[in-house]
Nanobody, 119 residues
Framework: QVQLVESGGGLVQPGGSLTLSCAAS????????MGWFRQAPGKEREFVAA????????NYADSVKGRFTISRDNAENTGFLQMNSLKPEDTAVYYC????????????WGQGTQVTVSS
């Protein structure tokens, strides 16, 4: 089965930047849409950003629009989430996903990586 390994999380001060990576073990990574959700303590998981198979279309939650940028490097089977102007409200566990065909398992999630924005 596909494995997604996230990295790049950590502690950052408000206004700082952080870039998350999501490395996929699946072959033909470029065939699939991927994206990011996050879950803050005591809250439900919420959508953050998504990108289509080629990287030509990206969607963002209103809360991160203009601050976050989703991208992908299909040659390296890796997705990215560049996070700028971070706010304490961005503190959460961030999860990446890849949308495989249903017959291949459907949406597959990474293990999550902690992002903490605090002074």
């Amino acid at each position: 089965q596909v494995q997604l390994v996230e990295s790049g999380g950590g502690l950052v001060q408000p206004g700082g930047s952080l870039t998350l990576s999501c490395a996929a073990s699946v072959r033909t990574f470029s065939s699939y849409a991927m994206g990011w959700f996050r879950q803050a303590p005591g809250k439900e998981r919420e959508f953050v950003a998504a990108i289509n198979w080629s990287g030509s279309i990206a969607n963002y939650a209103d809360s991160v629009k203009g601050r976050f940028t989703i991208s992908r490097d299909n040659a390296e089977n890796t997705g990215f989430l560049q996070m700028n102007s971070l706010k304490p409200e961005d503190t959460a566990v961030y999860y990446c996903y890849v949308d495989l065909p249903i017959y291949s398992g459907g949406r597959h999630w990474g293990q999550g990586t902690q992002v903490t924005v605090s002074s």
